[in-house]
């Protein structure tokens, strides 16, 4: 199995057993995991249970592979966690388009963030519940403090008790762009409502969604969006007053 998955990708790992498998996926972090679910000293269930109760690692799609038969066992092999169960015994080609299908899925909702204005929600975006509940606290943290111009990295990893390393991660590994990047889309989808729903300023919306100063705020506005924050208000109106009408 290790020389045909070398043939498809960079690196390939090898453990004999649950025990030497979380040591190195604690290590490497490896983009994906097809472990047996029979083996010594800890089995595929513990195995996968330990890594999608661990937020720094949680987010590795893992891929059960076992002879056991009956439902009840991929149903506990899901409840684990497990995105896929693979039962023996199985082509390696299977196993190989399984793999490329999750990576691909994976990186699909990455351009998904990238290329939207909106944020899209925890559930969506997420491959298990400990990452579920990050971007949920994330979210939640971001909001509350959404007019704090200070609102950084550090903020951000002081508060939901993490490394400024494993905050990075976590987002490179789940939404695919950085935590300021990802903290001004949620600035910017509040500054939208608050352009078409209120009267307040255009320096108003800046400063309660914590853009330090008003040209900074249009300049992002724009990148976002292509057009200027008072150019948006007046057309998203607009077309309300249309539809109303």
Do not use: W
Not at 143 to 166: H, Y
């Amino acid at each position: 199995m290790k020389q045909t998955l070398k043939e498809y990708f960079n690196q390939v790992y090898v453990a004999e057993n649950g025990v030497s498998a979380l040591s190195i996926i604690a290590q490497k972090h490896p983009d994906i995991i097809a472990s047996d679910v029979m083996m010594p000293q800890m089995d595929g269930f513990e195995l996968c249970k330990k890594i999608k109760e661990d937020i720094e690692i949680s987010h590795i799609p893992v891929i059960l592979l076992t002879a056991l038969s009956g439902q009840e066992s991929s149903d506990l092999g899901y409840k684990l966690g497990a995105d896929v169960y693979i039962s023996k015994p199985f082509e390696i080609d299977l196993l190989v388009a399984v793999a490329k299908n999750i990576i691909r899925g994976r990186e699909l909702t990455k351009i998904r963030h990238k290329e939207t204005s909106v944020v899209i929600s925890p559930i969506e975006s997420t491959y298990s519940n400990a990452d579920e509940k990050f971007m949920i606290n994330l979210n939640a943290l971001i909001n509350k403090n959404l007019s704090n111009s200070t609102l950084d990295v550090q903020f951000i990893a002081d508060n939901l008790a993490m490394s400024r390393a494993s905050i990075y991660n976590k987002m490179k590994e789940l939404v695919g762009i950085g935590i300021k990047d990802y903290i001004n889309k949620i600035r910017l989808t509040e500054a939208t409502h608050l352009l078409v729903n209120t009267d307040l300023t255009i320096m108003e919306i800046a400063d309660k969604t914590g853009f330090s100063n008003q040209q900074y705020f249009s300049t992002v506005f724009k990148q976002a969006y292509g057009t200027s924050p008072s150019k948006y208000r007046s057309e998203q109106t607009g077309m309300n007053e249309k539809n109303e009408s």
